[in-house]
């Protein structure tokens, strides 16, 4: 689907014109080269993609589901080509755009072509011969590397966006064909791979055995970055104030809340006294995110706790608090099954403020296919059956 930028551009022409011979003049090429281009996106993606009528050709429900992915494809990445130089619209093919993108993201021609499974000069030839278009380096070459500029990071970032939308072009092709392709990927964060990501897949796999998913766990910066790439089509977990992420959509399913606990028996178990919390050991969350924002908030009229271990994962807190004197500030949801089962007990003490929304985070004016849209209800479903939903 995304072979050459050149036959999505004509097919737009003729959606928007409903005419060979117009989109041959309006994308300045021959009659006979359009026909040609609309045959072999016809061929890739399987089936029709016009209906060829007395007053026209107009788009097939495949066409329409194409075009549409298509325009929003192109309307991220011309802008950007256009403001490096106007004859990239004319010039610059998928593989040169491929290869700056791997540059820019690996800083290294010898890394980017390992990625990209291509000899090193053919990486280099194709960002070489973009310089030329443009008429000046797109990097900085140097001791630390080969460093994008900033015009050259924006192409590469709406590059992704604009690629993921083709992407997301071909598994709704097989979709109206029958058939499931592609995956969902899903950056989930501590407390959704705890208690709502197995169910929802669970759940999801009943109507659709077969799609993939990739379920990619890590810290909010780096889960958000993959986010805005393109690489992660939907983030789960803790929301985040609406100042830190401008540009990023998100949506609440259920709250949850921050609790003390400590093994069953903990000198401090049943322990009220706020003093004498604040001078033992912690298993807490990493600076800057939401639950060590509440964790700070317990203790903001007191000496901060000075022994702390930062983790986002819920397996070491639990082995630390059964292990030694530890107490952990978590997810009451967590620790349901230790709680249940007598290993772990929550501590009295209840302070204000430790609650959090728990949700969706998507890139602004994202588009799913009929399969993220399916999983996204899945989970709504499932979070409306869990304390706060």
Request: aromatic share 4%; glycine share 6%.
């Given at each position: 689907m995304i072979a050459n930028l050149r036959h999505l551009r004509i097919l737009t022409a003729v959606a928007n014109l409903r005419s060979v011979s117009r989109a041959a003049e309006r994308?300045?090429?021959?009659?006979?080269?359009?026909?040609?281009?609309?045959?072999?996106?016809?061929?890739?993606?399987?089936?029709?993609?016009?209906?060829?009528?007395?007053?026209?050709?107009?788009?097939t429900a495949a066409?329409?589901?194409?075009?549409?992915?298509?325009?929003?494809?192109?309307a991220l990445?011309?802008?950007?080509?256009?403001?490096?130089?106007?004859?990239?619209?004319?010039?610059?093919?998928?593989?040169q755009i491929q290869s700056l993108v791997a540059?820019?993201?690996?800083?290294?021609f010898s890394e980017a072509a390992r990625r990209l499974g291509?000899?090193?000069?053919?990486?280099?030839?194709?960002?070489?011969?973009?310089?030329?278009?443009?008429?000046?380096?797109?990097?900085?070459?140097?001791?630390?590397?080969?460093?994008?500029?900033?015009?050259?990071?924006?192409?590469?970032?709406?590059?992704?966006?604009?690629?993921?939308?083709?992407?997301?072009?071909?598994?709704?092709?097989?979709?109206?064909?029958?058939?499931?392709?592609?995956?969902?990927t899903v950056g989930a964060m501590p407390l959704s791979r705890a208690c709502l990501m197995g169910p929802a897949i669970a759940r999801f796999r009943l109507t659709r055995p077969s799609l993939r998913i990739s379920i990619v766990d890590g810290p909010f910066p780096d889960l958000s970055l993959g986010l805005r790439r393109g690489e992660i089509d939907l983030l789960v977990g803790a929301l985040r104030p609406a100042e830190i992420v401008p540009d990023l959509e998100q949506e609440p399913?259920?709250?949850?809340e921050m609790v003390m606990v400590a093994r069953a028996d903990h000198p401090l178990a049943g322990c009220?006294?706020?003093?004498?919390?604040?001078?033992?050991?912690?298993?807490?969350?990493?600076?800057?995110?939401?639950?060590?924002?509440?964790?700070a908030s317990v203790f903001s009229d007191l000496p901060a706790p000075e022994s702390l271990v930062e983790t986002g994962s819920s397996v070491l807190l639990r082995e630390l608090l059964l292990a030694s004197d530890h107490l952990g500030f978590t997810s009451a949801l967590q620790v349901v099954p230790?709680?249940?089962?007598?290993?772990?007990?929550?501590?009295?003490?209840?302070?204000?403020?430790?609650?959090?929304?728990i949700g969706l985070i998507r890139r602004a004016g994202w588009q799913p296919t009929p399969a993220q849209r399916d999983f996204i209800t899945v989970l709504k479903e499932v979070a409306s059956g869990l304390p706060g939903g």
């Open positions: 994308v300045h090429v021959t009659q006979p080269a359009v026909t040609q281009a609309i045959a072999r996106m016809e061929a890739a993606a399987g089936t029709a993609l016009f209906d060829r009528l007395p007053h026209g050709l107009f788009p066409g329409e589901v194409l075009i549409g992915r298509v325009t929003r494809a192109l990445l011309d802008p950007a080509l256009s403001d490096l130089a106007p004859r990239l619209l004319l010039t610059a093919t998928v593989a540059v820019t993201e690996s800083e290294s291509l000899a090193q000069p053919t990486v280099h030839r194709a960002v070489t011969q973009m310089e030329s278009e443009v008429g000046r380096p797109l990097f900085e070459r140097g001791p630390r590397g080969v460093i994008a500029l900033r015009a050259t990071r924006l192409l590469a970032t709406v590059a992704r966006l604009a690629f993921a939308e083709l992407a997301q072009a071909q598994s709704e092709l097989a979709e109206l064909a029958g058939r499931e392709v592609g995956r969902i399913l259920f709250e949850d009220a006294d706020l003093a004498r919390l604040a001078r033992a050991p912690w298993v807490v969350a990493a600076e800057g995110t939401p639950a060590r924002a509440a964790f230790d709680v249940a089962a007598g290993r772990l007990t929550i501590l009295p003490l209840r302070p204000p403020n430790t609650r959090r929304p």
